[in-house]
């Protein structure tokens, strides 16, 4: 009988300790983690053809959207992230205030043209790039920029995952190309938005 007894006390210890773990969190499932490589990359290319339809992608664990706008000359020119409709209405409401929305400083175009904007989507929050644009309009020369490399962040049921960003954009009167790499490992990154940079310059 104290055999028994005791096994049943040891039953009961074990199923307590079990229940204590569980709700402490040790047995809890995991929040999936970001599918974020050592280095990504993605290659838009972009003219006016593609309109004002919307796009999506992922990358680095974020929704990425593009979307395009035409201007005219005389017009302020803005950001279209206003009008991509799969975004919350905060976001969409932010790039609708003037301030935020007016691309460089909000100039107002001296010819027609063509705006892109791209918006890096973390829908449970983040820091780092939020958004870039290119002009494609009459030019003399082919353009080629880079903002270097930034650190970033996306945020996952609570949990930030910190990565790095970056782009390279070529801009030319027909078309504009962009590169957006972005990776968990800084120097991959930096080496790889490099080299498509060395490679523009070379071919311009």
Same mark, same amino acid.
């Given at each position: 009988?104290?055999?028994?007894?005791?096994?049943? $006390?040891?039953?009961?210890?074990?199923?307590?300790?079990?229940?204590?773990?569980?709700?402490?969190?040790?047995?809890?499932?995991?929040? /999936?983690?970001?599918?974020? &490589?050592? $280095?990504?990359?993605? @290659?838009?290319?972009? !003219? /006016?053809?593609?309109? !004002?339809?919307?796009?999506?992608?992922?990358?680095?664990?974020?929704?990425?959207? =593009?979307?395009?706008?035409?201007?005219?000359?005389?017009?302020?020119? !803005?950001?279209?992230?206003?009008?991509?409709?799969? $975004?919350?209405?905060?976001?969409?409401?932010?790039? +609708?205030?003037?301030?935020?929305?007016?691309?460089?400083?909000?100039?107002?175009?001296?010819?027609? =043209?063509?705006?892109?904007?791209?918006?890096?989507?973390? /829908?449970?929050?983040?820091? &780092?790039?939020?958004? !870039?644009?290119? $002009?494609?309009?009459?030019?003399?020369?082919?353009?080629?920029?880079?903002?270097?490399?930034? +650190?970033?962040?996306? @945020?996952? @049921?609570?949990?930030?995952?910190?990565?790095?960003? &970056?782009?390279?954009?070529?801009?030319?009167?027909?078309?504009?190309?962009?590169?957006?790499?972005?990776?968990?490992?800084?120097?991959?990154?930096?080496?790889?938005?490099?080299?498509?940079?060395?490679?523009?310059?070379?071919?311009?």
């Amino acid at each position: 009988m104290d055999s028994m007894r005791t096994a049943v $006390l040891l039953i009961a210890v074990v199923a307590v300790v079990f229940v204590a773990i569980y709700t402490s969190g040790y047995l809890q499932p995991q929040a /999936p983690k970001p599918s974020i &490589g050592e $280095l990504e990359e993605l @290659r838009l290319f972009i !003219t /006016p053809e593609n309109g !004002t339809k919307t796009s999506k992608w992922e990358l680095c664990g974020m929704k990425i959207y =593009g979307k395009g706008a035409y201007y005219k000359k005389g017009d302020i020119i !803005t950001s279209p992230i206003k009008d991509i409709e799969e $975004l919350p209405e905060k976001i969409r409401k932010d790039y +609708s205030d003037p301030v935020r929305a007016y691309v460089a400083g909000g100039i107002r175009a001296d010819k027609d =043209g063509y705006i892109y904007s791209i918006y890096f989507h973390r /829908p449970e929050g983040g820091a &780092g790039l939020a958004s !870039t644009s290119v $002009l494609i309009e009459e030019r003399n020369v082919t353009a080629i920029g880079s903002g270097g490399v930034e +650190s970033a962040t996306l @945020r996952v @049921r609570g949990v930030e995952y910190s990565f790095w960003l &970056g782009t390279v954009e070529k801009i030319t009167s027909k078309n504009a190309t962009v590169y957006i790499v972005c990776g968990i490992d800084k120097e991959k990154v930096e080496k790889r938005l490099g080299e498509i940079r060395n490679e523009l310059e070379s071919k311009k």
